[in-house]
């Protein structure tokens, strides 16, 4: 009998940079740490590849569209929170359109933040990340024992 294969939910991040800051979304109405700072994310659709899914994400919950030319890998995580997660960082600076909030009834809206002055009540391995990200840190793990 083949053993059953592990797996993972895999979602992507979206760090927008403008310039030496980053956009957070305040989470509401979701059922896990509303209240929160996030940046915008979302999980992958089967058959759909990372980058694919960060565009659609962007698209639908700020508005706004990205190139997959401008999307750069710039973190990834492996971690449990909750349950088994890999969490897929990527880097934008160019864009089009202006940021709105798409998803009202999840986010109580959009600000620009200090890349090393993150609000303080921000998702914990979505901080731990930035924070290795300023550092040039491409992987690391979080959560298991």
């Known amino acids: 009998m083949a053993k059953e294969r592990y797996k993972t939910c895999v979602d992507v ?3 927008l ?7 957070l979304g305040e989470r509401r109405n979701t ?24 565009i659609r994400e962007t698209a639908e919950e700020i508005g706004v569209a990205v190139d997959a ?13 909750d349950d088994a997660r890999t969490a897929m960082f ?3 600076t160019q864009w089009t359109g202006e940021v709105v909030n ?9 600000d620009w933040f200090p890349l090393d002055a993150l609000p303080e ?16 840190t491409v992987y690391s793990e979080r959560g298991w024992s």
Not at 17 to 23: A, K, Q, S, V
Not at 69 to 81: D, E, I, N, P, Q
Not at 102 to 110: F, I, L, N, S
């Open 13 to 15: 991040h979206l760090i």
């Open 31 to 54: 059922g896990w740490r509303d209240g929160d700072w996030h940046l915008p994310s979302g999980h992958l659709d089967p058959g759909e590849a990372a980058s694919a899914a960060l």
């Open 121 to 136: 009540q921000m998702i914990p391995y979505a901080a731990e990340a930035l924070t290795l990200y300023a550092k040039g």
């Open 17 to 23: 940079r403008r310039g030496d800051e980053i956009l």
């Open 90 to 92: 990527f880097e934008v």
């Open 69 to 81: 030319a401008a999307v750069r890998f710039a973190h990834l995580m492996h971690h449990f929170t």
């Open 102 to 110: 798409r998803e009202p009834d999840k986010c109580a809206g959009w």
